[in-house]
C-alpha cells in the first residue's frame, strides 16, 4: 500500500489461530487504535484526496490481476508449509516475491488511469 501513496501502518498482516482468541483482540485493538490515531486516510500520508484515490484505483487494479494474485496465493502455500509466520518473514517474502510486481501492475493501471482520463 505503501507504492499507492498510504503509510504501511495502515496495513498489518498477523498471524492467530483460532485457539488463540486473546492474541486476535489484542492485535485488532492496537491496530484499531493505531488507525485512529494516523487519522482520515490521505491526512497522515500528505497526499491530495484525489491523487490518493487514483493510486488506489490502481493498486485495486493491480491486485485484481491473475498474475499477481498466483503470486500471492504461491507465497500464502510457501508460508504455510514453511510453518513461519512471523511478522518479519512474512514482510521479507513479501518484499522478495510480490512488492516489485505490484509496484509494475499499479504503475500501468495509473497510465492506463491517466490515458482515459485524457480522452
Known amino acids: ?8 501502518e495502515r496495513l498489518v498482516l498477523d498471524w492467530a489461530s483460532a485457539a488463540e482468541a ?8 492496537k491496530f484499531t487504535s493505531e488507525v485512529k490515531a494516523l487519522g482520515p486516510l490521505g491526512e497522515a500520508e500528505g497526499v491530495p484526496v484525489e491523487k490518493l484515490k487514483s493510486k488506489l484505483l490502481a493498486a485495486r487494479s493491480a491486485v485484481e ?15 504455510r508449509d514453511g510453518n513461519k509466520h512471523t511478522p518479519e518473514v512474512i514482510e521479507d517474502k513479501m518484499a ?16 492506463k488511469i491517466a490515458e482515459a482520463g485524457a480522452q
Request: glycine share 2%; proline share 4%.
Open 1 to 8: 500500500m505503501e507504492i499507492a501513496g498510504v503509510r504501511p
Open 96 to 111: 522478495e516475491k510480490v512488492n516489485d510486481a505490484i509496484a509494475r501492475e499499479i504503475a500501468k493501471q495509473e497510465k
Open 22 to 29: 486473546p492474541l486476535f483482540v489484542e492485535l485488532i485493538t
Open 65 to 79: 490481476n491473475v498474475k499477481l494474485r498466483t503470486r500471492f496465493a504461491k507465497l500464502a502455500q510457501e508460508l
